[in-house]
């Protein structure tokens, strides 16, 4: 767990198996709920996570991101940042959750999925930077700004971890 400049909060009866990773940052804090099981490998960041929740082996949950009580997110699931999962939904093997709410896809609907997933501007709400034009990248600014945070992080200073329940 990394809370960088942030908190992550964990409820009553949360299982966390090995090798998960939450990440929580000032803007993007996790909170994930009671009886909740984040399987092998699964990699949140600046998530909540409703009640009763499973989230499977694999999967990934990103900035911003609202899963709902009683929801499945099943192996290698992805939902994208800015994301609302309602209430009682699943999220099939390897499919990818965008949008608010929620449209699941399967991963072969690259076009639709980014049709969707442009708008929630990952580079901007993450990084705070804005997606550059056609022929340019974000990779070096992003570098830049980025790597000392990482470098502080590493290091030990600038977070906590919550050991209350919410």
């Known amino acids: 767990m990394s809370a960088e400049d942030g908190s992550i909060v964990l409820g009553h009866d949360c ?7 939450i990440k929580a940052s000032k803007r993007a804090p996790v ?11 699964a990699y949140l960041s600046g998530c909540t996570i409703e009640d009763f929740v499973f989230l499977a082996t694999g999967i990934t949950v990103f900035n911003h ?7 499945e997110i099943r192996v290698n ?13 699943t999220v099939p093997i390897g499919w990818v959750a965008v949008g608010d709410p929620a449209a699941i896809l399967p991963p072969n609907a690259h076009h639709r999925i980014w049709d969707l997933q442009e708008p929630l501007d990952f580079p901007k709400v993450v990084f705070g930077q804005e997606r550059p034009g056609p022929g340019k990248t974000i990779m070096p600014e992003l570098t830049r700004r980025y790597a000392p945070r990482a470098a502080r992080a590493r290091h030990g200073r600038g977070g906590r971890v ?4 919410a």
């Not at 909170?31 to 490998?41: E, K």
């Not at 991101?65 to 929801?71: K, M």
């Not at 992805?78 to 939904?89: G, K, S, Y």
């Open 15 to 21: 299982i966390v198996m090995e090798n998960a990773v």
């Open 31 to 41: 909170r994930i709920g009671d009886h909740v099981l984040v399987g092998p490998r």
């Open 65 to 71: 991101a609202v899963v709902g009580i009683r929801s």
């Open 77 to 89: 699931g992805v939902v994208h940042l800015r994301t609302i999962v309602p209430a009682d939904t």
């Open 162 to 165: 919550a050991d209350t329940v």
